[in-house]
Every structure is written in structure tokens, then in C-alpha cells.
């Protein structure tokens, strides 16, 4: 949720959808990754997926109760 906030506030603050912004960076990842300096993050964009909005929430809620229920178990 916080990340899809993030994601509004960034686009009403430039105009741009996310798609749009990604492609507006396009040139200088490109040129990063060109340059070859940065192997780590070379190997994060090409292996990156588009994370499924549901299994992100799902995931955050689970760790959300499966924090309560440790402190509740105290």
C-alpha cells in the first residue's frame, strides 16, 4: 500500500504515469548499465518482474498478523 501511495504522490508531483517515468529513464539506465560499473544492478533490472499487487498485499498482511500474533503470544 505504501509503495502504491508512493507511486500516486509521484505522479501527480511530475504528470507522469509510471509507465511514463520508467521509459523517461530509460536512456540513463541504458547508459549506466553500459557503462558496466554497476554489476549488481545490472543483474536487479534484468532480472526484475512486475510484483502482482495482491500477492505484495497479501504478503505485507501476513507479516502485519504474524507480528501481532508474536506480541500477543508474549
Do not use: K
Amino acid at each position: 500500500m505504501a509503495t502504491q501511495q508512493a507511486a500516486r504522490r509521484a505522479e501527480q508531483r511530475t504528470g507522469l504515469s509510471e509507465e511514463q517515468w520508467q521509459r523517461s529513464l530509460g536512456p540513463y539506465i541504458s547508459a549506466v548499465l553500459a557503462a558496466g560499473e554497476h554489476p549488481m544492478l545490472a543483474r536487479r533490472v534484468h532480472e526484475a518482474e512486475e510484483p502482482d499487487p495482491d500477492a505484495e498485499f497479501a504478503f505485507g498482511l501476513a507479516c502485519v498478523l504474524d507480528g501481532l500474533a508474536a506480541r500477543a503470544g508474549r
